[in-house]
Nanobody, 130 residues
Framework: EVQLQASGGGLVQAGGSLRLSCAAS????????IGWFRQAPGKEREGVSC????????YYAASVKGRFTISSDNAQNTVYLQMNILNPEDTAVYYC???????????????????????WGRGTLVTVSS
């Protein structure tokens, strides 16, 4: 029943910025994690960032720390990924994904893997030119 709608992708020059949005609907519990994954041509899908609705704890891949910021607007059930200082290596299809969690789940996150997520939105393409 969970549905995710990703948007915000586009073409940007190196050094520029984009903000991706993921609007969620159909969830039946308020405890969840929404994450962003990306998949570049010829590469495996990798986790980029995620945020927990329980306590706003976050995770960032090492390659995007300091450049990307994930945030949540609970009133609109939307998660954003602000991407700054983009480089061609960021070019990929970006997917938002959803999984339920609980208040008892540890908030410290050291990784994110596709198998951990149960619901996926359609990808939005980010292309960074140089």
């Amino acid at each position: 029943e969970v549905q995710l709608q990703a948007s915000g992708g586009g073409l940007v020059q190196a050094g520029g910025s984009l903000r991706l949005s993921c609007a969620a609907s159909g969830f039946t519990f308020d405890e969840y994690i929404i994450g962003w994954f990306r998949q570049a041509p010829g590469k495996e899908r990798e986790g980029v960032s995620c945020i927990s609705s329980v306590d706003d704890s976050t995770y960032y891949a090492a390659s995007v720390k300091g450049r990307f910021t994930i945030s949540s607007d609970n009133a609109q059930n939307t998660v954003y990924l602000q991407m700054n200082i983009l480089n061609p290596e960021d070019t990929a299809v970006y997917y938002c994904a959803f999984r339920y969690t609980t208040v008892q789940t540890p908030t410290v996150m050291t990784d994110m893997e596709p198998y951990q997520y149960d619901y996926w939105g359609r990808g939005t393409l980010v292309t960074v030119s140089s």
